[in-house]
């Protein structure tokens, strides 16, 4: 690894599933090394699948399968800025199909459990509007959605 701080996210046992489709479904996302266990541990035997190096949208991770001990909750998530409908519906729709739940304000979580907040720029620019009735009414049209609709915001923005 290159870098020297590395975001780990605790799985258990899946840590190599959760890597591939992370790196089929968010771009410069990639599974590195797999790296298995060199004895017994309590989550596993020699030889099982311990840790995974991969990227999350160009952020180095590892993907320990550390056992049932720990799970993902709303305290991390990954805020992933996109830059039209069409790619917040690819993201949203690639996770919740997977296995995973809608949430609101555009957040969602996998099938593992981790949080995702699928943003577009659209909304953080009108959030930050220096018209604050404006940036109030869209903050009040998010507070309404799961999956962020931009029209909808930009409508909200408008008026």
């Known amino acids: 690894m290159v870098s020297k701080n590395t975001i780990c996210l605790w799985f258990n046992g ?17 599974v590195g090394t ?18 995974v190096e991969l990227t999350v949208i160009g952020i180095p991770c590892i993907g320990l399968n ?11 998530s990954f805020q992933v800025a996109t830059d039209d409908q069409a790619e917040t ?13 809608e ?13 995702w907040q699928i943003t577009p720029r659209a909304l953080i620019a ?11 009414r869209v903050f009040e049209a998010m507070m309404q959605m799961g999956k962020i609709d931009i029209a909808a915001i930009e409508a909200a923005r408008r008026g």
């Not at 797999?34 to 840790?51: E, F, N, S, T, W």
């Not at 949430?103 to 949080?115: E, H, P, Q, V, Y």
């Not at 009108?126 to 109030?136: E, N, T």
């Open 14 to 30: 899946t840590a190599a599933e959760a890597a591939q489709f992370y790196a089929e479904t968010f771009p410069d996302s990639a």
């Open 34 to 51: 797999i790296h298995r266990a060199p004895g017994d541990y309590p989550a596993g035997k020699q030889g099982d699948v311990l840790m």
């Open 66 to 76: 550390g056992g049932p001990a720990f799970k993902h909750n709303e305290a991390f």
């Open 89 to 101: 519906d690819r993201l949203w729709n690639a996770i919740v199909r997977n296995g995973g739940q």
């Open 103 to 115: 949430s609101a304000c555009g957040w969602c979580k996998d099938k593992w459990g981790l949080s």
């Open 126 to 136: 009108a959030i930050a509007d220096p018209d604050r009735a404006a940036a109030k």
